[in-house]
């Protein structure tokens, strides 16, 4: 017995010092959305580094405007020097943040983020930032929303959501007393200069000045979704990244959405509710479907090349040799369980003639015809379906992807697509029998047996 506890002792201080070593190794990387006030980069970090045990940042990246971004170009500056002594004070080499000021467009960084496009693009770059860090093996992030304006905290606690692993963090700090928060010259309590003014902050404090070391920092940590392994099912990349687009596919998957295509009726079953199609909405309906169930390879939502997938562009239909060309004419033949009617080979006599023409004009008319046919499926599905959110999923989306043009797709993944053709949809309606397949029998042999769905 004294052998047995002995062994298990032993298991349990090499796992101990497995998981210490794996510790030592993770590497911590801390994340400060920032505006105004400096000082919330070295409370945060000297919060931090007060843990027990200590949580030491290896990397600072402060994500600010260029009104924000001025205290920190220096390396002389106030603000680093104070954040070197934070670290100092512990015995840690001091560690230089890096700056990320967003850009609406090259060499146009935000000074603020009042618009609609400095929001944009501080959403994007913050959201790409946490990713590029969590792709990264052994990576630990702790997020402070703390600086800069309310929609920057917004920003933070969806981005960390999108990609955060267990043991990430997102926190505000608090100072205490409050009317410290608010004066340019606290940086954090062992500062050199005790003696801060407070007196030009209203309300009226009851004592103008008062000592640094008096402070206590609290990190209030803010609980958030962990949605990193919905993320794997999403596919995106940082050329056209939108951090809009990208939250709408996670509600996307998130709602989980089943979107069933039956051939012999031309209907959509949404989550249940059935949408009836005409011959040549269906499909166009049932092209774009394939193109996300089968992957098409050069377009997706996100722009074009080998690794975008599931889109097609509007000039294929101008190419009567392009797979989505012939699929659309495959499709709409296949809408009849015999020979197809009059209106299907007037509609594809009246495409090729005029791609016959081999002008701007023809192909203008044959684009104009796809258009109005993917009109005529968002008016269908905004009638029947009523919830918002599914009409989003469901109904066709049109992008401009450069240099290449008009592009449209569904939003929609693969596994929430199921397409069921003629031939199934008679079996299960009993109209004819199940294919029979061959079995192995128990002496080795085959025998036919009757396939049972």
Known sequence: MRQAKTRTAAREIRASAAGASAEHQRRNVLVITLGGAPGVVTETAYALLKRSPRWVPREIHLVTTTFGAKDWHDSDSRANRELAAVFEHFGIAPVRPRLLVPEMSASNPIADIRTEEQNIAFANALTWLIKEIKDRKDTRLHVSMAGGRKTMSSYSQAAISFFAEEDDELTHSLVEPSSLEYS???????QQQQDIDVSKRP???PTKIIKA???????VPSPFLRLRQHMKRIPFAKQNFDHWTLTERVQANLDAYTVKLRVK???LIINGQLVKFGNQEFALYRVLATAIDESWRGVGPDGQGHNHAGWILIRDFLDSVSRPYRKFFEFYR?????HPDEAYWRFKDDIERHLNFKTAAGQDYVANRFKTLRNKIKQRLQAEI????????VMPDSRFVKPKGRSYGLALERHEIEIIPRLRARE??????????TAPDPDGSTIQKRAVR
């Open 184 to 190: 340019p010259d606290f940086f954090w309590p062992k």
């Open 203 to 205: 309300p009226p404090p």
């Open 213 to 219: 070391s008096t402070a206590e920092i609290t990190l």
């Open 265 to 267: 009726e031309h209907t």
């Open 334 to 338: 296949d809408c009849f369980s015999g």
């Open 386 to 393: 009523v919830s918002y959110s599914a009409r989003r999923r």
């Open 428 to 437: 299960e309606a009993g109209e004819i029998a199940a294919p029979e397949r």
